[in-house]
């Protein structure tokens, strides 16, 4: 009790004196302000540990979700292996299909005969077949010369630029038949003059050409002083995916030469005689060229 009589004394004497009073209300005004702070700092500590937790939460969370995505990060990885791996099959089971096939290009027809499958057929197998089939036979890679029914079982145009000679896609009946058409055209394929130093047109010598950048395939192109040009380039028929990417490598400035052999992609890079295979057409250009 005896605390209450002090500031009762105080107060007392505070009313009897003008200073003490003054001195009184400085002092319990200053005493309020501490409690006010005191109940302010001691919210403040209790919010500070409020949000010390929060922040331990959200630091585990933030964890839980790092770790997350890390694994979808390698599972999209995986998925997009699996993706890659199965557009490379299905890539390679469409060239597969294709191999039966082949394209031919400069080949002049009329719209007769585009609306005529024989005569599609016998116009292809005169022009652009016989020559290669002859030359097997004359080299002992075939007994007797085929008949253009027995070799092709179709021939027709595809769209073309105005004005030129369309494609021509045609399937053959026997895949070594076909293969021995590619295998042989260097050497008996029918080829323009070669082009002088001053571009004119020379007589038409005999031998092979080694392919160059340019034209739908990047082969059968000569310089000065060599063979001619095929007068009916023959080529594999790519799927989009081959031929957009055979296109992408024989257009970079790296790039010597581009073709293919049965679908596989090859190529040779300037100032080197190293031929190299397109292990993988989804590949960038940097990775297949390095």
């Known amino acids: 009790m005896g605390p209450p009589k002090k500031a009762s004394a105080a107060a007392a004497a505070a009313e009897d004196d003008p200073s003490l009073a003054d001195l009184w209300r400085l002092i319990k005004s200053q005493s309020e302000q501490l409690a006010s702070q005191s109940e302010q700092l001691t919210n403040i500590n209790s919010e500070m540990r409020s949000i010390k937790v929060l922040v331990e939460s959200l630091k585990d969370e933030n964890k839980n979700l790092r770790a997350a995505l890390k694994l979808k990060d390698e599972q999209l990885m995986d998925m997009q292996t699996s993706v890659n791996s199965l557009e490379i099959r299905l890539n390679n089971l469409e060239q597969h299909h294709r191999g039966w096939g082949a394209r031919v290009l400069n080949i002049p027809t009329t719209e007769a005969e585009e609306a005529d499958p024989e005569a599609m057929i016998s116009k292809v197998y005169t022009l652009a077949l016989r020559p290669l089939l002859e030359g097997a036979v004359k080299?002992?890679?075939?007994?007797?010369?085929?008949?253009?029914?027995?070799?092709?079982?179709?021939?027709?145009?595809?769209?073309?630029?105005?004005?030129?000679?369309?494609?021509?896609?045609?399937?053959?009946?026997?895949?070594?038949?076909?293969?021995?058409?590619?295998?042989?055209?260097?050497?008996?394929?029918?080829?323009?003059?070669?082009?002088?130093?001053?571009?004119?047109?020379?007589?038409?010598?005999?031998?092979?050409?080694?392919?160059?950048?340019?034209?739908?395939?990047?082969?059968?192109?000569?310089?000065?002083?060599?063979?001619?040009?095929?007068?009916?380039?023959?080529?594999d028929d790519l799927t989009k995916a081959n031929l957009a990417k055979m296109r992408a490598i024989s257009q970079d400035d790296r790039v010597l030469a581009c073709w293919s052999v049965n679908g596989q992609l090859r190529f040779k890079l300037k100032e080197s005689n190293v031929i190299k295979k397109v292990q993988s057409i989804l590949d960038p250009l940097d990775v297949i060229l390095r």
């Not at 029914?149 to 895949?175: C, D, S, T, W």
């Not at 340019?214 to 063979?227: F, I, K």
């Open 139 to 235: 080299t002992g890679r075939l007994k007797e010369l085929p008949s253009a029914e027995q070799v092709l079982e179709v021939a027709h145009v595809l769209p073309g630029k105005p004005g030129l000679p369309k494609p021509i896609i045609m399937r053959f009946y026997n895949r070594n038949v076909r293969n021995l058409c590619f295998q042989l055209k260097k050497e008996f394929a029918e080829r323009e003059p070669p082009r002088g130093p001053g571009g004119q047109q020379q007589q038409q010598q005999g031998g092979g050409s080694r392919s160059r950048r340019g034209g739908e395939q990047a082969e059968g192109d000569s310089g000065q002083g060599g063979v001619g040009r095929y007068r009916y380039p023959l080529y």
